[in-house]
């Protein structure tokens, strides 16, 4: 009889320490349906979203400001590559992408040429502050677009 309640003392205690180790929400965050997120660092976190805007968190996600809001643009973020501290890129719809060049204060919009103004650029992925890639996406097709001058010319 004592080995059966040692074995249950046992399986309970073992359960509990297991449950335990889930996954627990520690901050809430600005954005809803979050497409794509970076983070720099520990404390340096940067998210793009469904609601149109680009957010950065300098304090390991317990604040966030935001930093574009790409209603401005008619368009939604997708996807978000860094450079590096200064420089980074956002693909959004219509084939627009973003890019800073002083660590996301302002953001210019360049333009991947697209067939037509269906595509999304749904990832974004640059190796250096030239060579970059966009992969664009409709209902029908995908097209991969490459940068060797920062996104100034797509081939």
Same mark, same amino acid.
């Given at each position: 009889?004592?080995?059966?309640?040692?074995?249950?003392?046992?399986? *309970?205690?073992?359960?509990?320490?297991?449950?335990?180790?889930?996954?627990?929400?520690?901050?809430?965050?600005?954005?809803?349906?979050?497409?794509?997120?970076?983070?720099? =660092?520990?404390?340096?976190?940067?998210?793009?979203?469904d $609601?149109? +805007?680009?957010?950065?968190?300098? =304090?390991?996600?317990?604040?966030?400001?935001?930093?574009? &809001?790409?209603? $401005?643009?008619? +368009?939604?973020? &997708? %996807?978000?590559?860094?450079?590096?501290?200064?420089?980074?890129?956002?693909?959004?719809?219509?084939g627009?992408?973003?890019?800073?060049?002083?660590?996301?204060?302002?953001?210019?919009?360049?333009?991947?040429?697209?067939? %037509? +103004?269906?595509?999304?650029?749904?990832q974004? &992925?640059? *190796?250096?502050?030239?060579?970059?890639?966009?992969?664009?996406?409709?209902? +029908?097709?995908? *097209?991969?677009?490459?940068?060797?001058?920062?996104?100034?010319?797509?081939?």
């Open positions: 009889m004592k080995k059966y309640i040692l074995l249950f003392l046992l399986s *309970f205690c073992l359960n509990n320490f297991v449950n335990a180790q889930g996954w627990r929400k520690a901050y809430d965050t600005p954005i809803s349906g979050i497409q794509a997120g970076y983070m720099a =660092d520990g404390n340096t976190i940067w998210l793009v979203g $609601n149109e +805007s680009i957010f950065k968190s300098t =304090d390991g996600g317990f604040t966030w400001v935001e930093k574009f &809001h790409t209603d $401005n643009i008619d +368009s939604y973020a &997708h %996807d978000i590559s860094f450079v590096n501290s200064t420089t980074a890129f956002v693909g959004c719809d219509y627009r992408i973003l890019k800073t060049t002083d660590g996301g204060e302002t953001w210019n919009v360049q333009l991947v040429p697209l067939p %037509d +103004s269906t595509y999304d650029v749904i974004v &992925h640059f *190796f250096d502050s030239n060579l970059g890639f966009a992969l664009c996406d409709s209902q +029908s097709k995908a *097209f991969i677009y490459k940068t060797t001058n920062g996104g100034i010319k797509w081939d």
